[in-house]
């Protein structure tokens, strides 16, 4: 394999390399597995179905997740411990917590007390079993020479196997995994995908929408070995799409939702949908008077800024009807962040720089960057592409306060594409072959399993690739058949783009 591209600080173009592998192909050497202690109990009998996880580290905290499957009624006390060793000789924190009805049997501890930039070990347990050893990971404090995160997206289980995570699980050289929406899907079965061959059918056997609906559908995602691995071997760090809620949501409603065929109202359906989220992802819960919100940041000492949105449920504006239609798209009054995220993401950006962070990461679920069709018409108004105003203000800061080094991470779109972001890619301001005139680049990663916008035959979709890219000048590289994953490998000299693909 060459690093091709390295996308330096000061000639800051959208080019990466697309690497090809396939899950246990012997590309990537094996993570160091943590002991598992099963217990006594196996199958349908045991108490930690659902495995272990971790996410949102800081340099000093993580939070540690897992869930005990219990009789409804029961409140059980779960020991923690986390360790400096995989045998958890060398404790460096734990305690006991209680598994709730009220919270679906969930356990979330916020784990204090960890040194900056380095590895820990955890395990749960009751009186009946203990669950598997996770692996964990702080983030740097001050200083660091080198991170690498990989990006993943868009995993539904009718479509096939989960062998992107089980490839994520196997690495070793990871710092953290982004998680940037579309974690499971709402469908009923063979709504969207079958899976029935594969064993892999939706429960529970309709549309989820009420909140034991939502519990069980991510209760069933949980049972994935694939799943379980890369959250037990890594920490997490997720931010949700749609289809947690519905699809193309928005703030007061989704095309996917529709009370007069009996769905109830949306605010409930969405307060369930967040509840459950909330519940069974490894999140640090941000409370607030409207709700718990998923917009926050990361600081991964002084070599990025982690700046992670919400552009489905915080404050984003209905999607227009039509993609022709110029005067309520041109509309300066919708948004696809709402008010105070923008301010909120200005404000990020603006002290990252002050700071003198190397580079500033933005998570989140939807492409970013200009894409039209052959006639110039937008091709999808639920993007970044249907709020022009909300993207203006972010490129304009960009340009007015010289933010340098801005990478966008993106997902929703079940393809990958290396993109340079700029105002007018087709304008006389913007040179494509050197970059000259781009702000940003946006990275995007290809789904886990839901399939691609040209599905069919490979050689047509491969030239409809080669066609993208050709005709739009920003568009660098464009993949619509393969599954996986990106990884952004980051130094101080140069932010590196690979996709993995899995079978």
């Known amino acids: 394999m060459t690093d091709k591209y390295p996308l330096t600080r000061r000639r800051f173009v959208g080019y990466a390399s697309a690497l090809t592998g396939t899950a246990g192909s012997g590309l990537l050497a094996a993570a160091p597995r943590a002991n598992t202690t099963q217990g006594s109990l196996s199958g349908s009998d045991r108490v930690f179905q659902h495995g272990v996880a971790s996410g949102d580290p800081l340099s000093d905290r993580v939070i540690l997740w ?45 784990a204090l007390g960890l040194e900056p930039g380095r590895s820990y070990y955890y395990r749960f347990e009751t009186d009946k079993e203990a669950s598997d050893v996770g692996r964990t990971r702080t983030l740097p404090e001050r200083t660091a020479s080198r991170l690498r995160l990989v990006a993943a997206s868009c995993a539904n289980l009718p479509f096939g196997y989960f062998n992107a995570y089980a490839h994520i699980a196997k690495r070793s050289d990871l710092d953290l995994v982004l998680h940037l929406g579309d974690y499971l899907y709402e469908y009923a079965p063979n709504e969207y995908g079958n899976g029935s061959e594969l064993g892999r059918v939706h429960y529970p056997p309709h549309e989820i929408i009420s909140l034991s609906d939502y519990r069980a559908r991510y209760a069933q995602y949980r049972t994935d070995p694939d799943l379980q691995a890369a959250h037990r071997e890594h920490p997490w ?68 800024s982690l700046i992670m949105l919400d552009t489905r449920l915080h404050g984003r504006s209905k999607q227009i009807a039509e993609r022709t ?37 933005i998570g989140q679920q939807l492409m970013f960057a200009q894409l039209i069709d052959d006639e110039g018409v937008l091709l999808n108004v639920d ?108 130094d101080h000299t140069r932010a590196k783009a690979q996709w993995w693909f899995v079978d």
């Open 383 to 490: 993007q970044w592409d249907g709020y022009p105003h909300s993207r203006d203000a972010v490129l304009e800061q960009l340009r007015a306060e010289h933010i340098d080094n801005t990478v966008i991470l993106t997902g929703d779109i079940h393809s990958a594409w290396a993109i340079d972001v700029t105002p007018d890619p087709m304008g006389d301001g913007y040179d494509s072959s050197s970059g000259e005139g781009s702000l940003a680049v946006e990275l995007i990663t290809p789904s886990v399993t839901s399939p691609g916008p040209w599905r069919g035959d490979p050689v047509t979709a491969r030239e409809r690739e080669q066609a993208v890219v050709r005709d739009r000048p920003h568009i660098h590289y464009a993949n619509f058949r393969e599954h996986g994953y990106l990884l952004l490998d980051l």
């Open 66 to 110: 897992t869930r005990v499957t219990v009789p409804t009624d029961e409140v059980t006390p779960v020991r923690w411990v986390i360790a400096t060793d995989p045998d958890l000789l060398h404790p460096v924190n734990q305690g006991l917590v209680s598994a709730l009805p009220a919270r679906d049997h969930t356990v979330k501890v916020d």
């Open 325 to 361: 239609d110029n005067v309520k798209l041109n509309d300066a009054t919708r948004t696809i962040l709402g008010a105070d995220q923008q301010a909120w993401l200005a404000e990020q950006l603006r002290v990252a720089e002050r700071t003198g962070t190397t580079w500033k990461i």
């Open 237 to 304: 760090i997720c931010v949700w799409d749609d289809h947690e809620s519905s699809n193309n949501s928005w703030r007061d409603g989704a095309q996917n939702h529709n009370p007069e065929l009996g769905e109830g109202s949306w605010s409930d359906r969405r307060r369930a949908a967040v509840q459950a989220y909330h519940e069974w992802l490894p999140i640090r819960e941000q409370p607030s008077a409207a709700g718990s919100f998923i917009y926050r940041s990361f600081q991964l000492g002084d070599l990025a």
